[in-house]
């Protein structure tokens, strides 16, 4: 079975600290995604990326950076947090190159700035 | 940017009742997923339907794509506590990698 593993569960920052989620997974995946989930809205799409060192921006990238220096690993960055950035986030991954692939899911990250 | 609506947004009912949950679109897709997560947990998915007009089933579950590849209905016979959850459907944008989620039903059996 595919594992996608989130660094935390919880995680409480303040306004204006840098902040660095962590995702990893155990199948050679080529593609990794960051999602921010809101009641009522959804999963929306943050980054993407389909190679190390390739990224590609989602729906709401303004705020947020993303790192993936190696193929198991894509980190999110929150270069500056505001209070609009508390949400639950969600890391995901798929193989590249097949249709109608399924997203593997990490548990995510209930993240609260304050 | 591609929207899938889905309704209900919430849905509570009695063990033992049927119920139908909707995604709709005004775009096509290649293909609609359906994912439930439970509280805590990351979505996990159901079904994927591939064909429009395609029906498969899951159990007591039902998942209908529609004939133009924009909608897709989910109903479940005789609920039970367990199929408790946030429903998400997903569009398929014909291979770029990347899905459009739809805004969720959360559905609640009361036992």
């Known amino acids: 079975d595919v594992k996608v593993t989130q660094s935390s569960r919880y995680l409480v920052k303040r306004t204006g600290e840098k902040v660095f989620l962590e995702c990893v997974q155990d199948?050679?995946?080529?593609?990794m995604f960051w999602y921010r989930q809101d009641p009522g809205l959804g999963l929306r799409l943050i980054y993407f990326s389909y190679d190390v060192k390739m990224k590609e921006k989602g729906d709401i990238p303004e705020g947020y950076s993303v790192s993936r220096e190696k193929k198991e690993r894509f980190s999110l960055i929150l270069e500056s947090a505001s209070t609009n950035q508390t949400s639950m986030y969600l890391c995901a991954s798929t193989m590249g190159d097949r249709d109608h692939q399924p997203q593997h899911f990490g548990d995510g990250t209930r993240l609260s700035i304050l | 940017t591609q929207l899938l609506e889905q309704s209900p947004q919430f849905l509570s009912i009695q063990e033992g009742e049927n119920l139908t949950v909707y995604c709709n679109s005004s775009s096509v897709f290649s293909s609609l997923q359906w994912y439930r997560q439970e509280p805590g947990e990351g979505p996990v998915l159901l079904v994927t339907v591939v064909t429009g007009g395609e029906v498969k089933k899951l159990k007591r579950l039902t998942f209908q794509f529609g004939d133009a590849r924009k909608d897709s209905s989910l109903h479940i016979t005789a609920a039970q506590p367990g199929d408790t959850g946030l429903y998400l459907c997903?569009?398929?944008?014909?291979?770029?990698?990347?899905?459009?989620f739809g805004t969720g039903t959360r559905l609640t059996i009361i036992p």
């Open positions: 199948m050679d995946h080529e593609n």
């Open positions: 997903a569009g398929d944008n014909f291979g770029n990698e990347k899905l459009t």
